[in-house]
């Protein structure tokens, strides 16, 4: 610290400091731990407490002024995450806010005030949650809260984190940390709160591999030791507090470093169990990892290629497949940004289902293992019943019927790409124009995914064996099924109906049953393929469908 630093306080901004006749004698994250750092060095004079404001303004959300003023008479405090991301210069959307008493009434009075939706959490611990809809479509999450123990203080010394165990008062604008939350953050490093802290709550053990990956930390060695004794605890916690996390780790930065951490502290037992099987399954040529290293790597590569098409970050981007594959489908980025801004839960995006789908897709490769006469290794049948497997568990993580169901096809189908993005390397032969319609009629709604997945689960197999002229192969069939579903879907993709049932029945004497759906399938691939294109031309096409059938 310069003298001049020392002299003006500006080493302090952002702390509380102690000052004996105009000199600094003790500093800390609170007013009573500055005075307990004064009594060390003066501790026959009384010292003067103050607050040393930040030189730049943090971070906040323009929400925080308003619950400041509804607030009246009683102190309102922002904690947790929202301090640490504004302590990083990054405006936060999810705002825990903490009072003495009488939270819900607080947060009643801001859903009115805001015109926000209003939600109480937990009436017996005074919790309440008020969702602002931003007129661009942002999403604000206000959690308003009692203190959890006799005061602030013993508030954020329960709490998991020491960088989530910051208060920021929104009346005055100073700040209180009695755990030196600020200098771990500063250090690039997670540490408990306290040594239970795992044990109080086993979800902190995910949460604290998402924050590392998500903030670039590393988490310190006895906080590592207090995760693994608290990974058999994991199994404790609901199924729906898990699911956040994990979908939460998806959804974020390096989501494979992340799985791999989960897996190394001995987590996965608890609470993907299913997943453990995959660890050392041998897999043939050209597959260069056993089952469990190649999922990590699709689930890798997958959001590698997310980063790329989605946000245009290229800093992960592997040479010269990257530029394929951006001037392949590169085109398409607005559509495929249209696509995954929906998804079958506000809660959770569609690219964390899709990663979640990843981390699925092979589950069932140790169970359908087999090796026939000459030594060769297959896994029939492991994509149908890993999809029933990855259902199983999105059923109870309590997700969507939507997201459950495009979970499902993806895995259900994801040879289906495969197989024609290999006839394409191996013949030359992009896909037929029935071969496309039977694609997009299987896969709905799923369909990008499938694709995506596909090219991901390309990467995993081949990694530094896939040549250029191989990738390019599967580039180009993805291009050709993007281009028929994005640019000429009535063609291939989704025909205009020509005819319904009731005129099948009515002009070719049908009586209600199954054939009548079998005969209006038949007539729109055939559609597809260009071979019937009027409504007279359907008919005549339904009545050789029908002489074939009954021959």
């Given at each position: 610290m310069s003298k001049k630093q020392a002299n003006d306080g500006?080493?302090?901004?952002?702390?509380?400091?102690?000052?004996?006749?105009?000199?600094?004698?003790?500093?800390?994250?609170?007013?009573?731990?500055?005075?307990?750092?004064?009594?060390?060095?003066?501790?026959?004079?009384?010292?003067?407490?103050?607050?040393?404001?930040?030189?730049?303004?943090?971070a906040l959300s323009p929400l925080l002024d308003k619950v400041a003023s509804l607030a009246q008479d009683q102190d309102v405090y922002l904690v947790g995450g929202g301090v640490r991301d504004a302590l990083r210069g990054v405006v936060s959307h999810d705002l825990d806010l903490v009072v003495p008493t009488n939270a819900i009434g607080l947060a009643r009075r801001a859903a009115a005030s805001l015109g926000a939706d209003f939600y109480v959490l937990d009436e017996a611990f005074d919790a309440a949650r008020v969702i602002v809809m931003g007129p661009s479509g942002t999403r604000d999450v206000l959690d308003f809260t009692s203190f959890r123990g006799s005061n602030l203080s013993a508030d954020l010394e329960g709490r998991d984190f020491t960088i989530n165990a910051m208060a920021l008062d929104l009346k005055t604008r100073t700040t209180l940390d009695p755990l030196q939350g600020a200098a771990d953050l500063r250090a690039r490093t997670i540490r408990a709160c306290s040594p239970t802290a795992m044990q109080d709550d086993p979800i902190r053990v995910l949460r604290a591999v998402r924050l590392a990956a998500a903030l670039d930390l590393k988490i310190e060695p006895a906080t590592r030791e207090a995760m693994k004794v608290a990974a058999s605890l994991l199994s404790r916690t609901s199924p729906e507090r898990q699911r956040d996390e994990l979908f939460k780790i998806l959804g974020g930065p390096r989501p494979d470093a992340s799985m791999r951490a989960i897996e190394m502290l001995g987590l996965l037992p608890h609470f993907l169990p299913e997943l453990t099987c995959l660890k050392g399954v041998e897999q043939p040529a050209p597959?260069?990892?056993?089952?469990?290293?190649?999922?990590?790597?699709?689930?890798?590569?997958?959001?590698?290629?997310?980063?790329?098409?989605?946000?245009?970050?290229?800093?992960?981007?592997n040479g010269i497949l990257a530029s394929l594959l951006t001037l392949g489908i590169g085109r398409y980025r607005p559509q495929l940004e249209a696509q995954f801004a929906r998804s079958p839960n506000q809660d959770?995006?569609?690219?964390?289902l899709l990663e979640f789908t990843a981390l699925y897709h092979d589950v069932c490769k140790p169970s359908t293992k087999s090796?026939?006469?000459?030594?060769?290794?297959?896994?029939?049948?492991?994509?149908?019943?890993?999809?029933?497997v990855a259902i199983q568990r999105g059923q109870q993580f309590n997700l969507s019927n939507g997201e459950i169901a495009q979970i499902g096809v993806i895995i259900d189908y994801h040879l289906r790409f495969f197989f024609l993005a290999r006839r394409m390397e191996e013949q030359g032969e992009l896909p037929s124009r029935r071969a496309i319609y039977r694609?997009?009629?299987?896969?709905?709604?799923?369909?990008v995914g499938l694709i995506l997945l596909?090219?991901?689960?390309?990467?995993?197999?081949?990694?530094?064996?896939?040549?250029?002229?191989?990738?390019?192969?599967?580039?180009?069939?993805?291009?050709?099924?993007?281009?028929?579903?994005?640019?000429?879907p009535a063609e291939t993709v989704a025909p205009p109906r020509l005819i319904d049932g009731n005129d099948l029945m009515q002009v070719l004497a049908l009586e209600p049953g199954p054939i009548v759906g079998e005969l209006l399938e038949a007539i729109r691939e055939a559609q597809a393929t260009g071979v019937v294109s009027t409504r007279d031309a359907a008919l005549q096409f339904g009545r050789d469908w029908l002489l074939r059938k009954s021959t």
């Open positions: 500006s080493a302090y901004a952002g702390r509380w400091v102690a000052r004996v006749q105009g000199k600094i004698v003790g500093q800390g994250g609170t007013p009573e731990a500055a005075r307990l750092a004064a009594q060390g060095n003066r501790h026959k004079e009384k010292p003067e407490i103050s607050y040393m404001h930040a030189t730049s303004s943090l597959h260069v990892h056993d089952a469990w290293e190649h999922t990590l790597s699709v689930l890798h590569h997958l959001a590698g290629m997310l980063d790329l098409l989605l946000e245009g970050r290229l800093e992960d981007a959770r995006t569609l690219r964390a090796v026939d006469s000459e030594g060769r290794i297959h896994f029939y049948g492991h994509e149908h019943q890993g999809a029933q694609f997009f009629r299987d896969s709905d709604a799923s369909a596909g090219l991901a689960d390309l990467r995993g197999t081949r990694e530094h064996t896939l040549s250029e002229k191989s990738w390019l192969a599967w580039v180009n069939v993805a291009r050709a099924l993007l281009e028929n579903l994005w640019e000429k």
